[in-house]
């Protein structure tokens, strides 16, 4: 199938690359590539390749840690690793500004333009569950998808918002250690990905969204920390949203700083000569004497094109923030629980599903009944959690709770009032009037040693896809791991459910019976 280039976006392309335009119009035509990336909060990449030896043809992806190459007519995504957060899919050069990061455990971490959250859980992965990952999209509706997928992934120490940028920059000014700026972009790189690419250009204007580039870009320097690093990343290739937006930055903030970023496997260096024209094609002279310099420091940047990589076209700039006296500060607050509601919470974005059980509780009335157990749903939470789970009381993190439901929140984070907030931390679960409802994300973020009492799947047996269609199973009492150590009876019929080991989910266990416990909207469909 023949893509259709827009006729400007060709025109300019000529322009820009002169006969190497050729041959990116030759590769805008041919297959796209594949990729996943292991996730290393479960797993190792070793071990991944080692259990899906007989699934994928997986090929290692030189610039991801855990990242590989899977061929056009495997199907991943439908498998039940998938569901067990084992991997993401993601596209091959889409992983590159995530690793240019350089993200370490402990540190406070942003990503601004975040959903559907593909680098979002990448950085994650990086923290190994340390420090704290704020991860944030203006689209209400995108934000529901950068929910599941962070919960999915397992990630203990993530904080979910829907802002702009211009609302977060006061409350985190100075805050971050490292900032991605995966911005909206008119999306050049991706038009052989995604066809709808190609025909939405012209409404995704380059200047429209050069504009929308710059205002964030702003923000986020804001929220940079002394001796932070922030990479910016398009899938564009029009100058005026990688070069120009670069050099635009740099001259307004002497602080700021390009890392070179090391030319391998194919990638180019960026293109400050393209800078100048697209400043002289917007209107000539340079209003900012800083500018024409600016612009040079941009050879530091990089370009990915689909022409001379294994992957889809990407623009990535890493920028380090100048340190001060005390360089880089990492926080390690120690745990504290509070009991009192945050206000953070009252401008929650409920999911669905949980504002749905809100509503069917108040009909039935039983909000008085549920009100007593709410008294204290972090007592309720710390019950079951000492019942089902080994060492939940060493999490490190803050309690908070809000009409009944409990989440964990990394420690050191400001107060969220008045922001949008669709998840203040980990969400562990719901207080009811009888016992503690323990949450989908609560499972995907534990280890099957986390759990006291786990029911044994396998992903090649039929009943691992019935449990994942929300199926009601009939199994032996040889397919459960308990721990008679601790806990009552009733602990241990709440059950943690592994396929090869990695949590799915829960169900309740009683006399060969299990009863579903997955939550609609993560059912197999
Ligand atoms: C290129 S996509 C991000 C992809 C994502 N980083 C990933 O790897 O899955 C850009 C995102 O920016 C969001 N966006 C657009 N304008 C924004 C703004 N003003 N503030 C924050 N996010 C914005 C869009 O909704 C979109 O989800």
Redesign the pocket.
């Given at each position: 199938m023949t893509i259709r280039l827009p006729e400007a976006y060709v025109d300019r392309m000529r322009r820009l690359l002169g006969q190497e335009c050729d041959a990116l119009l030759d590769a805008m035509q041919a297959p796209r590539w594949y990729g996943l990336r292991v996730n290393a909060l479960k797993t190792t990449p070793e071990q991944y390749a080692e259990l899906a030896r007989e699934e994928w043809s997986l090929e290692p992806i030189p610039w991801a840690e855990g990242g590989y190459y899977y061929a056009a007519d495997e199907r991943p995504a439908k498998h039940p690793h998938y569901y067990t957060g084992l991997f993401y899919i993601?596209e091959p050069s889409?992983m590159a500004?995530?690793e240019l990061l350089d993200v370490e455990p402990g540190q406070r971490v942003l990503?601004?333009?975040?959903?559907?959250?593909?680098?979002?859980t990448?950085l994650a992965a990086k923290l190994r569950g340390e420090g704290v990952l704020v991860v944030?999209?203006?689209?209400r509706e995108?934000t529901k998808a950068?929910r599941k997928?962070i919960e999915r992934a397992g990630v203990r120490n993530a904080i979910v918002l829907n802002?702009?940028?211009a609302a977060l920059a006061p409350v985190f000014a100075d805050y971050f250690d490292r900032i991605?700026v995966?911005?909206?972009?008119s999306?050049e790189g991706m038009f052989r990905k995604d066809e709808a690419a190609a025909s939405q250009w012209e409404k995704h204007s380059v200047i429209r969204c050069a504009g929308?580039q710059r205002?964030?870009l702003r923000d986020a320097a804001a929220m940079l920390a002394p001796g932070g690093r922030l990479v910016y990343?398009?899938?564009t290739f029009a100058p005026e949203e990688n070069e120009a937006q670069i050099a635009a930055l740099l001259a307004e903030r002497p602080d700021l700083s390009i890392l070179p970023i090391p030319l391998a496997h194919g990638w180019r260096a960026g293109r400050p000569d393209w800078a100048s024209m697209a400043r002289a094609a917007a209107g000539g002279e340079a209003v900012d004497a800083e500018l024409p310099r600016a612009e040079q420091a941009t050879a530091g940047t990089a370009r990915l094109w689909p022409h001379r990589v294994r992957g889809e076209g990407h623009y990535v700039a890493v920028l380090v923030r100048a340190a001060d006296a005390s360089g880089l500060t990492l926080h390690t607050e120690p745990s504290s629980r509070t009991d009192a509601p945050d206000p953070a919470i009252r401008a929650a974005v409920a999911p669905r599903e949980e504002r749905r059980a809100d509503r069917a509780r108040s009909r039935r009335g039983d909000g008085k009944a549920r009100g007593a157990a709410e008294a204290d749903p972090i007592a309720s939470w710390q019950t079951f959690a000492r019942q089902a789970l080994r060492g939940a009381e060493h999490w490190p993190g803050r309690l908070i709770s809000q009409h009944g439901h409990v989440y964990l929140q990394p420690a050191g984070v400001p107060s969220l009032d008045g922001l949008r907030v669709v998840r203040p931390g980990w969400y562990l679960g719901e207080a009811g009037a009888r016992r503690f409802d323990p949450s989908q994300p609560l499972a995907m973020g534990l280890r099957r040693e986390d759990a006291r009492a786990v029911l044994k799947l396998q992903a090649d047996e039929e009943a691992t896809a019935r449990y994942l269609r929300g199926e009601t199973l009939w199994l032996g009492p040889e397919r459960l791991a308990l721990d008679r150590d601790g806990g009552d009876g009733r602990a241990q019929r709440q059950v943690l459910v592994c396929i090869d080991g990695f949590p799915a989910g829960w169900g309740k266990w009683t006399d060969g019976m299990l009863k579903n416990g997955l939550a609609s909207g993560w059912r197999w469909s």
């Open positions: 993601q889409a500004p995530g990503d601004l333009c975040a959903a559907p959250g593909g680098k979002s990448q944030n999209d203006n689209a995108r950068l997928n802002e702009e940028p991605l995966d911005a909206p972009c999306g929308l205002t964030i990343s398009t899938c």
